[in-house]
C-alpha cells in the first residue's frame, strides 16, 4: 500500500517548503508557461503530479477491497493530521491554547493510546475467529502488551514521553497495521469483536474508527 520512495519524495518537499516565508512565496519560478504566480505555485503542480499519479496507479491496479478502502480513508485522515502539526515544536506542543484545554502533546497521546488500542482490538479479534475461539468476553489484561507489541513499560513510556518520539513511532505504526489489516476478508468485516462498550460491533466498525477519531481531535 506504500511506497517509500514516493513517500520521501513528498518529505523532502515539505521540508524545504515549510520554512519559507510569505516573501520567498514570490520570488520567481517558471515552470513550462507558468510564470507570474512565484514558488506558490510549485504547491499546486505538486498537487497535480500527485493526482496524475494517483489516477495512472488506479488504472493499474486491481480494485481496493472495502478494507483497503476503508484504510486509504483511514490513511488521508492521517496526511491531514501529520500536516496540521507541521513545524510545531517540542516546546509549542507543550502549551494549553486555553486554560483547562489540553496541550497538543497531550491531545496527540490520546490519539496514539487510541491508534494502539484500536489495533490491539482488531488483531484480537481476528484471531479468535481465524482460529474458531472468539467469545463475547473482553481482552484479558495479561494479553494487552502481545497485541499492543509493546511491554507496559515501553507503552507507558512511549505516550507520556517526548512529542517527537511519539511522532516518529506513529509513523511507523500507521504504516505497518495498514498492510495488516489490508488483508482483512469481505467476511471478516462482518464479524463481532470487542472492546470496552457492550454492543460488539462488526470489525469494519473498528476500522472505521481509526479515520472518525482522527478527524475529531484534528479538529
Known sequence: MFNSELKRAVQEFTALMLPLSEKDLERPWIWKDHDEE???????????????????????????TPAQHILNQYHAANMDLQVALLGL??????????????????VYSHILRTDIGFTAVVRYALEGHR???????????EEYPRLYRLSEKEYDELVEGPF????AYHRELHPAMSEEFSKISDQELELP???WEE?????????????AHFAQHTI
Do not use: C
Request: glycine share 2%.
Open 164 to 167: 517527537e518520539q511519539m511522532l
Open 193 to 195: 469483536s470487542t472492546f
Open 38 to 64: 512565484g514558488i506558490r505555485f510549485a504547491f499546486f503542480i505538486m498537487l497535480q503530479e500527485l493526482r496524475h499519479l494517483a489516477v495512472t496507479l488506479a488504472t493499474l491496479r486491481p480494485k481496493p
Open 131 to 141: 482460529s474458531n475461539r472468539w467469545t463475547t468476553d473482553p481482552i484479558p489484561d
Open 199 to 211: 454492543t460488539r460491533f462488526p470489525i469494519k466498525h473498528r476500522l472505521h474508527r481509526y479515520e
Open 89 to 106: 515544536s517540542p516546546i509549542d506542543a507543550d502549551l494549553a491554547p486555553a486554560e483547562g484545554e489540553w496541550p497538543i502533546r497531550q
